[in-house]
C-alpha cells in the first residue's frame, strides 16, 4: 500500500498568512494526487485533484503542486473560513489512501 | 446540486450486521465508480471499497475484506454497504463518496472523491 505522510500535522496561523501543508508518497504516484477540506462534523470537500487542477467554486487563494513522491497544497492568504483540517489523497492504485490530516488552526 | 444520502447507521453489538445505504441525486448514477470511506471518532480518513459502474469489479481494504460488501443497483440507484463481523474497530462515520474523474490519454485516468455524503455513524459496542 501507498503510504501518505502529511506535515506538519498541526499548525497555528493569523488570518492573511500564507499556509503551506506538504504531503509526501511513500513511492512515486506521477500527479494522481488530491486534496480536501474538512470542517467539524461536516463531510470532506474536494478542493484540488490531479495535484495542481482547481476544483469548480474553489476559492483561487487554493493551490496545488508536485508529482512523483512531493506535494504541497498552499493557501495564499488566510481566511477565517479556512481553519479546517487537510487531506490530500492518492489515486495512483488500490486501495486509495490519504494522508493522516493537517489541522490548521487560528493563532 | 449532486447529492449523495446515506442511512443505515446505528448501534450493534460486536459480531452483528448492518447494511448502509446511499441513495444519489442529480447525476447519472450508473456511469460512476462509487466508494465507502469512513472515519473513526476523532481520526483520519480511511478507504473502505469502491465497485465499478456495472458492479463488475470490487475493491476493498485489507482490513473488511471478508466482512463487508459493496454492491450497488443501478436500476434503484443505490449503493450498499453490507457489514457483517463487526468489531469495535469498525466504529465510525461512513460516508460514500462519487469517484469522479477524466483520462488524459488511453492509460492516465484520474480519480478524485466528489461529492460525498453527509455521512451515518456506525457504533459497535457492546
Known amino acids: 500500500d501507498i503510504q501518505m505522510t502529511q506535515s506538519p500535522s498541526s499548525l497555528s496561523a493569523s488570518v492573511g498568512d500564507r499556509v503551506t501543508i506538504t504531503c509526501r508518497a511513500s513511492?512515486?504516484?506521477?500527479?494522481?494526487l488530491n486534496w480536501y477540506q474538512q470542517k467539524p462534523g461536516k463531510a470532506p470537500k474536494l478542493l484540488i485533484y490531479?495535484?495542481?487542477s482547481l476544483q469548480s467554486g474553489v476559492p483561487s487563494r487554493f493551490g496545488g503542486s508536485g508529482s512523483g513522491t512531493d506535494f504541497t497544497l498552499t493557501i495564499s492568504s488566510l481566511q477565517p473560513e479556512d481553519f479546517a483540517t487537510y487531506y490530500c489523497q492518492q489515486s495512483h492504485n488500490i486501495p486509495r489512501t490519504f494522508g493522516q490530516g493537517t489541522k490548521v488552526e487560528i493563532k | 446540486d449532486v447529492q449523495l444520502v446515506e442511512s443505515g447507521g446505528g448501534l450493534v453489538q460486536p459480531g452483528g450486521s448492518l447494511r448502509l445505504s446511499c441513495a444519489p441525486s442529480?447525476?447519472?448514477?450508473?456511469?460512476?465508480?462509487m466508494s465507502w470511506v469512513r472515519q473513526a471518532p476523532g481520526k483520519g480518513l480511511e478507504w473502505v471499497a469502491n465497485i465499478k459502474q456495472d458492479g463488475s469489479e470490487r475493491n476493498y481494504v485489507d482490513s473488511v475484506k471478508g466482512r463487508f460488501t459493496i454492491s450497488r443497483d443501478n436500476a434503484k440507484n443505490s449503493l450498499y454497504l453490507q457489514m457483517n463481523s463487526l468489531r469495535d474497530e469498525d466504529t465510525a462515520v461512513y460516508y460514500c463518496a462519487r469517484e469522479a474523474g477524466y483520462c488524459s490519454s488511453t492509460t492516465t485516468c484520474y480519480f478524485w472523491f466528489d461529492p460525498w455524503g453527509q455521512g451515518t455513524l456506525v457504533t459497535v459496542s457492546s
Open positions: 513511492q512515486s504516484i506521477s500527479r494522481y
Open positions: 490531479a495535484a495542481s
Open positions: 442529480r447525476f447519472t448514477f450508473s456511469n460512476y465508480w
